[in-house]
């Protein structure tokens, strides 16, 4: 079982930066594919970014160059980078841990992107 602990979602206007944290409680994190999700109200959970063990990284098309993940394998951590924010970027982000078929989620952080 892997626990997953996102930190640093809060309010931002439009145009700001955030920068997401996921703290990961397992000794094998590198070997899992690490990711950041998020679900705006009314709408399903969609991926944001992925990082795979081996560096690689994908983004959704929205992301637009604006986001960046990253990995920091000797702390268990996964960061989202999250730069010129618009509204529509509102809600919660989720970490994702990924091998294979098994998936372990976090509980989210909220997002609010408004003047």
Not at 23 to 31: G, L, P, R, Y
Not at 65 to 93: C, W
């Amino acid at each position: 079982q892997v626990q997953l602990v996102e930190s640093g979602g809060g309010l931002v206007q439009p145009g700001g930066s955030l920068k997401l944290s996921c703290a990961a409680s397992t000794s094998m994190f590198s070997i899992y594919a690490m990711g950041w999700y998020r679900q705006a109200p009314g709408k399903q959970r969609e991926m944001v970014a992925v990082i795979r063990s081996g560096g690689s990284t994908f983004y959704a098309d929205f992301v637009e160059g604006r986001f960046t993940i990253s990995r920091d394998n000797t702390k268990n951590t996964v960061h989202l980078q999250m730069n010129s924010l618009k509204p529509e970027d509102t809600a919660v982000y989720y970490c994702n841990a990924a091998r294979f078929s098994v998936n372990y989620w976090g509980q989210g952080t909220q997002v609010t992107v408004s003047s």
